[in-house]
Structure formats: structure tokens, C-alpha cells
């Protein structure tokens, strides 16, 4: 939400935060993890479980060096937190994500967590978001839904493999501090070629056979057709699916825009071809 100040011109907006975290979002989402995790009960074992869990699996420190007390165990998490380059924060929040719902004593599931940390990201203007599981740099509301729902219909239809790649481009785009954006690419133009070949149920070479055969069954403009083949060329052309591009001139907004392009064409194609009776989504 734009602040009064900065509508008046009295204060500038605030600058995206990429490859920094200022006090403000680091605090914002301590706080939001104490919302979490305190309880008036004094006996409170939630911050107990935590910080065994951290121990063990994030921090990687000898366990028995975790306190017994919970207030104890709670800045034992909060001195590590505070010590954690920005790029360590993301993976803290990310870690705790498949676990929420055991260490809130199912107070929280994980997607409760992530729309929560999502509110606090958006509301300081952090260059991340949860988008099925990962943080990656993906702000806009209407590409996260892209590409989530992209995942929501492959899975319903019956193509994993084609999820599979999605998450894996997801993954590439996540790595934090530095992104895997030649892999991201990759994979997300083979969940286009997944995609193609499942539902046409071929097994042809590349791209351009399968999307030829669908094209006319699904309706699909020529025009269009060429568009997404020429995407496809240009993954060929420079390398990208056979690891021998300078991974230097792929950058994040290349794979920003792959990941996000692709995973709209594979939910388009897929629902074309739902509409064409090529193939049944759901029950």
C-alpha cells in the first residue's frame, strides 16, 4: 500500500530490496515468527521444538547445546537470526516452512505460514515471494498465480513431469545469493516439452512436432505457435538445454521471464486441450 507521505511527494518510496535486507524487514519477520511461536502458557514448548529442529537441520550444530528452557531456547534462535547474512534469512524462513504446522502445535499450516510471510515481505517491499514453496524474485501477484496455478493443473491432469520441471526451475531461481538462471530457463522450457508431448502423446524430437499436431486440434493461432517455437529456438540456439552457454548471459530478468512465460503456456495448453477433449483434468 503506497504510504500518505510518499503520495504527497513528502518521502520517496521505498527502494526494492534484491541483495540487501534493512532492519525493518528483518525485525518484521523476527516478529511475525514470535506471533507464531509464543504463548502465554509458561510452560510453552513450541520455541523448545524449534530450536532443536533448527539445530539439527539448519544451523547443524550439536543439539545438546540447544537450552532447556523455552525463553532460553527462543534467544538461542533470536542471537542466530540476527547473526544470518540477508541471503541466510530467506533460507531461515524457507526452512521452516514444511514444518510450521508440527512446531505451531498445529496452531498453522505451512500455507497460513507462507501467505503471512508473503503479507510482511509485500508490506516492506522485499524482492521475494513465496511462490510454491520457494522464495524467489517474483513479486507480481498475477505472475505468482501464473505459475502456481500452471502447477495446481498439471498435478490435477495427471502430468507430474511436467510440475516436476516446473519446481525445478522455481528451485534454480530460489538459490540465494546466487540464482541458477541458466537452469532455470532449461527447465522451464522442458515443462513447455513436457507438456506438448504428454498431451499429444508423442514421443517426437524437440518442440516443434508436438506443438505442430496439437496446434490444430486445440485451436491454437499459427502466429502463436511460432511464437512459443521461437522461444524454444532460442533455448537451442544459445545453449541453454545442453549446458554450453556462459552462464553470464543469462540473467535474472531471462529467467525471470521464461519461468513465468512458460508456466502460463503450459496451464494454456493444457486447458485448450481439456476444452479439445484431448485430455480430462481432475476426478
Not at 531461515?92 to 502445535?105: A, D, E, G, W
Not at 498445529?106 to 500455507?111: A, I, K, S, V
Not at 493461432?221 to 511460432?226: E, G, T
Not at 545442453?242 to 493444457?270: E, G, N, T, Y
Request: aromatic share 8%; charged share 25%; hydrophobic share 40%.
Amino acid at each position: 500500500m503506497e504510504r500518505f507521505s510518499d503520495r504527497l511527494g513528502i518521502t520517496k518510496p521505498p527502494v526494492q530490496q534484491v541483495d540487501s535486507m534493512n532492519d525493518a524487514l528483518r525485525h518484521s519477520l523476527w516478529n511475525l515468527l514470535l506471533v507464531m511461536f509464543d504463548t502465554r502458557d509458561p510452560l510453552n514448548e513450541r520455541w523448545t521444538g524449534v530450536a532443536r529442529s533448527l539445530a539439527i537441520s539448519f544451523f547443524k550444530v550439536p543439539a545438546d547445546e540447544v537450552p532447556r528452557q523455552w525463553y532460553d531456547c527462543r534467544d538461542w534462535v533470536k542471537k542466530r537470526y540476527y547473526g544470518l547474512e540477508w541471503f541466510e534469512v530467506y533460507n531461515f524462513i524457507q526452512h521452516l516452512s514444511p514444518h510450521v504446522y508440527r512446531l505451531s502445535s498445529g496452531r498453522l499450516d505451512e500455507g497460513q505460514y507462507i501467505a503471512s510471510i508473503n503479507t510482511v515481505l509485500a508490506r516492506e517491499n522485499a524482492g521475494y515471494r513465496f511462490v510454491a514453496s520457494h522464495l524467489v524474485p517474483i513479486t507480481n501477484s498475477a505472475e505468482t498465480q501464473a505459475i502456481e496455478e500452471a502447477r495446481a493443473k498439471a498435478s490435477a491432469s495427471g502430468l507430474d513431469a511436467v510440475r516436476v520441471h516446473i519446481d525445478a526451475a522455481l528451485h534454480a531461481l530460489a538459490q540465494k545469493p546466487n540464482p541458477d538462471h541458466r537452469n532455470a530457463v532449461k527447465e522451464a522450457i522442458s515443462a513447455v516439452e513436457s507438456a506438448a508431448k504428454l498431451v499429444g502423446k508423442t514421443d517426437g524430437q524437440g518442440l516443434d512436432g508436438p506443438l505442430g499436431e496439437l496446434a490444430e486440434k486445440i485451436g491454437m493461432h499459427p502466429a502463436f505457435k511460432k511464437g512459443v517455437s521461437t522461444l524454444y529456438g532460442w533455448t537451442s540456439d544459445a545453449g541453454i538445454r545442453h549446458a554450453l552457454v556462459d552462464p553470464s548471459k543469462i540473467d535474472a530478468a531471462d529467467a525471470r521471464f521464461m519461468v513465468i512465460a512458460c508456466s502460463a503456456f503450459v496451464h494454456f495448453l493444457i486447458e485448450k486441450a481439456e476444452r479439445a477433449g484431448l485430455l480430462k483434468v481432475g476426478p
